[in-house]
């Protein structure tokens, strides 16, 4: 999506290829500071490695550059974060040991092309660490039937705790916790409580027959929901809790009225 992707010459992010060599000659002349190595971040929720293969090529031919222009060979390589994971059924990530092997296998052989030292590697995961170790539960309220256009079912969230669908158009997998074994049996779009038309949560997913009062949870909440949280409506954050081996802590309690006015001072 538009919306995830930094490593591109129309971003508000990063040195222009145009800016690079004067960057590099004003760090490397600066008394004040100590130059390390390059660092690139191509965007997040990536499923190929094709592009990671392109930026080092790059990165690591313009270390060449730097190496014959100023004598200096980088240290590091920080090639950013980024790596997607599955959050729907048809998607297909590559796995970590395929991230791993093509990456420093990349690496390598530039170097070696180049004749530059093997740089020290720094990878910055984040969705890829936490995304599908979150999962967002969530009350059934008012399910609204357009006939032959959409079912709405609305749950007592939404884009205060996790806006991935209006920003990016992120999609997600629900399941009926309270009957999970059940089969699917239609699509439906799971909308918010939020007072916009835009509040939804997943646009269309298939799930079980679903009741006001169920519960509904939402798969690959652990990355960009909590962080991007607002108190939207004056409406309070849920709680979260931890569950390991059958029990579960409370470890952000639930917040309060009195939460929402804390920074009030008249
Ligand atoms: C510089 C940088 N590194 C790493 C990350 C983490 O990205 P991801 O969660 O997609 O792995 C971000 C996310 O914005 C970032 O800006």
Request: aromatic share 6%.
């Amino acid at each position: 999506h538009e919306y995830n992707t930094t490593g591109i010459t129309d971003s508000k992010f990063g040195l222009t290829r145009t800016t690079w060599d004067e960057a590099v000659a004003t760090a490397l002349a600066a008394p004040n500071l100590n130059v390390d190595g390059l660092h690139f971040h191509l965007g997040s929720q990536i499923l190929e490695i094709d592009p990671y293969r392109k930026a080092i090529e790059v990165m690591l031919s313009y270390a060449a550059e730097i190496k014959q222009q100023h004598g200096f060979e980088i240290k590091i390589l920080s090639i950013g974060g980024g790596f997607g994971v599955r959050y729907t059924m048809d998607e297909d990530p590559p796995p970590i040991a395929a991230w791993a092997e093509i990456i420093s296998d990349e690496i390598t052989r530039r170097c070696h092309d180049l004749k530059l030292s093997l740089p020290r590697l720094i990878i910055e995961p984040g969705r890829a660490i936490v995304a599908r170790a979150g999962t967002a539960l969530y009350r059934v309220g008012v399910i609204k039937d357009i006939p032959g256009i959409r079912r709405y079912v609305c749950v007592d969230g939404g884009m205060g705790d996790n806006i991935r669908y209006p920003m990016y158009g992120a999609r997600q997998e629900a399941l009926v916790a309270n009957r999970a074994a059940a089969n699917a049996t239609g699509r439906v779009t799971v909308a918010g409580k939020y007072c916009e038309s835009g509040d939804i949560l997943i646009k269309e997913v298939e799930l079980a027959d679903v009741k006001t009062g169920d519960i509904l949870a939402v798969a690959g909440s652990g990355a960009y929901c909590i962080p991007m949280q607002s108190n939207y409506n004056a409406s309070r954050r849920p709680p979260i809790v931890f569950v390991r081996d059958g029990k579960a802590r409370l470890v952000r309690r639930r917040e309060t009225l009195e939460d929402l006015t804390r920074c009030d001072t008249a």
